[in-house]
Antibody, heavy 123, light 111 residues
Framework: EVQLVESGGVVVQPGGSLRLSCAAS????????MHWVRQAPGKGLEWVSL????????YYADSVKGRFTISRDNSKNSLYLQMNSLRTEDTALYYC????????????????WGQGTLVTVSS | QSALTQPASVSGSPGQSITISCTGT?????????VSWYQQHPGKAPKLMIY???KRPSGVSNRFSGSKSGNTASLTISGLQAEDEADYYC???????????FGTGTKVTVL
């Protein structure tokens, strides 16, 4: 059974930093591009970032470019999101998600999602 | 990149069919057959209902179907059931500079 378990969400002040983690199990982690998707309270879904299966390619939404860094450790089946210069508008539930198809940066569909980890940016 | 446009709400009676639209542009929905649809119940993670425009993952009811015409994708739910009451989001690949864009979301109410 595929499992994605996010952690690291806390309350942080504006301008602060945070690192989110996603522990993956139940599939061959290094076959899949992985994504972060967020959802502000009471709002819709927003794609944040993706990293290719080998970590060689990373892409970001304009709203986080230059502030967030996605990375992965395939030896630990783990995905990360380093979040710097946090803003109040970054407050959201952050999900890690896996595509239905392996070996592709082009999204087909998010077949698996974690339960999310809540990041609150507030003074 | 702007979000894809969905109606804020759609409602129907049990047994009826409803359709949710997802309007994008020639840079996203219109250019790729890579629209996916998600169902989200309150407090839960989204669930994939349709991928690549019209394909259903294993385990998803055949009451859910997807289609596309031009820059607009659609999700149709036939034989509406109480358990279908949820928020629905579309998502499209939008090219190698923007990557992925979600829709604004639609609340489905079963009357």
């Amino acid at each position: 059974e595929v499992q994605l378990v996010e952690s690291g969400g806390v309350v942080v002040q504006p301008g602060g930093s945070l690192r989110l983690s996603c522990a993956a199990s139940g599939f061959t982690f290094d076959d899949y591009t992985m994504h972060w998707v967020r959802q502000a309270p009471g709002k819709g879904l927003e794609w944040v970032s993706l990293i290719s299966w080998d970590g060689g390619s990373t892409y970001y939404a304009d709203s986080v470019k230059g502030r967030f860094t996605i990375s992965r450790d395939n030896s630990k089946n783990s995905l990360y999101l380093q979040m710097n210069s946090l803003r109040t508008e970054d407050t959201a539930l952050y999900y890690c998600a896996k595509d239905i198809n392996p070996w592709s940066d082009i999204l087909t569909g998010y077949q698996n999602w974690g339960q999310g980890t809540l990041v609150t940016v507030s003074s | 990149q702007s979000a894809l446009t969905q109606p804020a709400s759609v409602s129907g009676s049990p047994g009826q069919s409803i359709t949710i639209s997802c309007t994008g542009t020639s840079s996203d929905v219109g250019s790729y057959n890579l629209v996916s649809w998600y169902q989200q119940h309150p407090g839960k993670a989204p669930k994939l209902m349709i991928y690549e425009g019209s394909k259903r993952p294993s385990g998803v009811s055949n009451r859910f179907s997807g289609s596309k015409s031009g820059n607009t994708a659609s999700l149709t739910i036939s034989g509406l059931q109480a358990e279908d009451e949820a928020d629905y989001y579309c998502c499209s690949y939008a090219g190698s500079s923007t990557f992925n864009v979600f829709g604004t979301g639609t609340k489905v109410t079963v009357l």
